[in-house]
């Protein structure tokens, strides 16, 4: 089968081994669309390798249709339109998921938006609503507003009630958070963060994927008893973080990842987020927002589109034909 591999330093669809037969908690899903996260991008160059026992194959999330069901599965059945939440393996004709990493995909969705849901939903809910807690009320901040992640949260926290703000690096992007149901924006390059958070109040949750000196920045306007949680590292490694008002604040910063989650732990998040927002993802309320749709030839743009920060929800890539 053709899968996407690194040769050299560049991406290049290559002929591979076809897949085993699936394991018996497994399905074969022939994959039609396949998400692009920055965690793909971090593989590529080297910087987060794959779990162990997980494919080295780029792709976190996919949409297609089941080919094989193992004899353990039930609840999914051959040429069933699914998408797939993954530890890796995405960028490839066929996929072997745990069948608990795998949902339905509604009717009225493209395979472009089943393709771009999974792996951002997963993660703002995950971190948001599970780990922080998100209490009734209770505000929140995301930064990279516009991105995948972000986008989806906006949507999230608009059906559950909770007031977000959205940092963001355009007006256009502010305007696109905006029309999601973000209740305020900061445009970072042209406002002070933690002064403009003054006028709009404190923030109950945060969700940064930038780390180095915005944790320590985050600190000021979060407010008692509040949480940041941590999911990437755009800003680097290493920053400033005030303990003293860690402690007298009770404020709690938690570092957090999705993909090496164990298959019955991600089949818990997705569980609970369609228990809590399945009627609204079925019916087109929330949805995965698709910035940009690649063809398979022209991967290397695709990642290229999100490694340049100009994307408003999510890239995904066609597979095949």
């Known amino acids: 089968m053709q899968a996407l591999q690194l040769s050299k330093g560049k991406m290049r669809w290559s002929e591979i081994n076809s897949l085993p037969n699936p394991s018996a908690n497994e399905v074969t899903v022939k994959v039609s669309a396949a998400g692009v996260n920055r965690a793909d991008l971090m593989q590529i160059a080297g910087k987060y390798p794959p779990p162990p026992g997980a494919s080295d194959i780029p792709g ?102 909770n007031p977000i703000t959205a940092v963001v690096g355009s007006s256009d992007k502010e305007s696109f958070c905006k029309e999601l149901g973000a209740t305020d924006t900061i445009n970072r390059y042209q406002q002070d963060i933690i002064e403009t958070m003054k006028g709009i109040g404190g923030v109950d949750v945060v969700l940064n994927p930038v780390a180095g000196d915005s944790i320590g920045k985050d600190q000021h306007y979060l407010n008692q008893d509040g949480r940041i949680i941590l999911i990437g590292l755009m800003g680097g490694r290493e920053g400033t973080v005030d303990f003293g008002r860690m402690l007298m604040k009770r404020q709690r910063i938690i570092g957090s990842t999705l993909r090496s989650l164990m298959p019955e732990r991600k089949g818990e998040i997705l569980t609970q987020m369609w228990q809590q927002f399945g009627s609204q993802f079925t019916s087109g309320v929330i949805q995965p927002i698709i910035d940009k749709t690649f063809e398979q030839r022209n991967v290397q743009q695709a990642f290229d589109y999100v490694a340049a920060n100009k994307t408003q929800g999510k890239i995904v890539v066609k597979i095949g034909e």
């Not at 995301?142 to 926290?157: E, P």
Request: hydrophobic residues 45%; proline residues 4%.
């Open 60 to 161: 976190l999330e996919v949409a297609g249709t089941v080919a094989e069901v193992g004899s353990y599965v039930s609840g999914l059945q051959k040429g069933q339109r699914v998408a797939a939440l993954l530890a890796g393996g995405g960028f490839a004709e066929y996929v072997n998921v745990p069948a608990e990493q795998v949902l339905p995909v509604p009717d009225n969705w493209t395979d472009e938006m089943a393709a771009g849901w999974l792996e951002t939903f997963a993660t703002a809910y995950l971190n948001v609503f599970m780990l922080a807690d998100l209490q009734p009320k209770e505000s929140v901040l995301t930064h990279a507003g516009a991105s995948g992640v972000g986008s989806s949260l906006i949507q999230l926290c608009r059906e559950s009630g």
